[in-house]
């Protein structure tokens, strides 16, 4: 049907750059949404970015400025570039996206998630 599959994890360094990638695939009609979230051990999934097919953004505070979300609607893969990494960064980061089936019915779909450890 359709899966989403996120790569560019790793470990880094506070300062450091990483820049995650979403890829979708399989048999779907379009995507519309598509967003970043994040969990750590111990915590609440919380929402990091997202963009709509149109390429409107928004931004959580915690990383605004430091965080550019970015979309390749031709690959239907999402970006996440992340800048100025500080050890509360530190989590399991998922890709979502909201699909449109090729029957025309809505689906939510979300990546295993790729680990992102930011060391002091």
């Known amino acids: 049907q359709v899966q989403l599959v996120e790569s560019g994890g790793g470990s880094v360094q506070a300062g450091g750059s990483l820049r995650l990638s979403c890829a979708a695939s399989?048999?779907?009609?379009?995507?519309?949404?598509m967003g970043w979230y994040r969990q750590a051990p111990g915590q609440q999934r919380e929402l990091v970015a997202t963009?709509?097919?149109?390429?409107?953004?928004n931004y959580a505070d915690s990383v605004k400025g430091r965080f550019t979300i970015s979309r390749d609607n031709a690959k239907n893969t999402v970006y996440l570039q992340m800048n100025s990494l500080k050890p509360e960064d530190t989590a399991v980061y998922y890709c979502?996206?909201?699909?449109?089936?090729?029957?025309?019915?809505?689906?939510?779909?979300w990546g295993q998630g790729t680990l992102v450890t930011v060391s002091s």
């Open positions: 963009i709509t097919s149109g390429s409107r953004t």
């Open positions: 399989g048999w779907f009609s379009s995507i519309s949404d």
């Open positions: 979502k996206a909201q699909a449109t089936r090729l029957t025309l019915t809505s689906l939510e779909v």
